[in-house]
């Protein structure tokens, strides 16, 4: 059978390729003495020369064929496989809500713990017919204004709401929580020690105190239980007892809560950053202008308060502090309970906003693997 008629007939070949084939001679190659050498054309007899080319034709088409076939049977295609690794070792930042819980319980106790010694110290402040207000540079110079410390309560409760929402709306809410938590119950602390050791009177004439209860333990504990139930403000009417000057704890919640919402917040929320600094430092200002505190009270609260912030996330941003022999931050008394709470959280925390609740869809959480298979 001629090889032309293979051709025609071959029912393998699916595809039609044409091909250009073009021969070169070898390369001459060099003897000795530099002369090179000629291979001289083979001669081969008209019929065997023409069948030799027709099946070497058909060999190069069926191999090209093979090699379409081979490369068609490879698909890519993307598999989801499940990947069962606990989130806890897979991320540098893990949640551990337990150590929230705990630091939550310590926020909970001081300022449980500073109702109570505010109740103690009152019973302790003198009179104001035997003890005037203490000078005050301050109130030399500004008169009070009587709405003023409203407006410092109000813009507290506008800044705690706001840090809230934006706490609840973090991804890592769990490890910023249990930092905003230990900061606030050892802030309330450092005031429950301040307030105790020292007891300033009353820095207007205008303040009205509850009277001295002395030895009426039931209506000591009416009193802490009141206060506490209305937070500690005068809005609600649950604060009407005196003492708890130095220093000031509506400072505190102003100040605090401003440096987390600026701490926590993307850099192109400047205009909310901006009000939130407006929102904090008015309230501050009408501390002193309502004469509701001493300015020493303001500015010691100012002062304990971004300090303590400061250092504290000095040490959780900068891993080479932690354990550098010459840092002289690690000496603080909280060093061992930072060290409880910072312990596995191996990079400093991005700002990066989640849905609070997370939906069923998206509990799953899956990994595209690409691969090649032939079929």
Known sequence: MAA?????????????????????DPPPRSIANGNPTRHAPSSLPPGDGVDSRAAGKLSSLLKQNQLVRNLSGLRRRCDYVKISVTEEHADRLPKEWWKTGVAFLYATFNLVFTTVIITVVH???????????LPDKFFDYVDRVPWAFTVTEVNGLILCGLWLVQWISLKHRAIIGRRCFFLIGTLYMYRCVTMYITTLPVPGKHMVCAPKLY????????????????????LTGSHLMCGDFLYSGHTVMLTLSYLFIKEYSPPWMWWYRWICWLLSASGVLCILIGHEHYSIDVVIGYFVT?????????????????HAPNNFLSRTWWNPVFNFLERNVQTTIPV?????VAFPACRQRYRIVEGGRDE
Do not use: C
């Not at 009416?222 to 937070?231: E, F, K, N, V």
């Open 123 to 133: 019973e302790r402040v003198p009179d104001k017919s035997v003890s005037p207000p």
């Open 352 to 356: 990066v906003f989640s849905w609070p």
């Open 215 to 234: 030895n009426d333990s039931t209506g000591k504990i009416w009193r802490i239980l009141r206060l506490i139930s209305g937070g500690g403000l005068s």
């Open 306 to 322: 971004t300090r303590t912030f400061w250092w504290y996330h000095t040490m959780a941003n900068t891993h080479a502090l932690r």
């Open 4 to 24: 032309s008629e293979l051709i025609q007939d071959d029912e393998n070949v699916g595809i039609h390729v044409d091909a250009n084939v073009t021969t070169a």
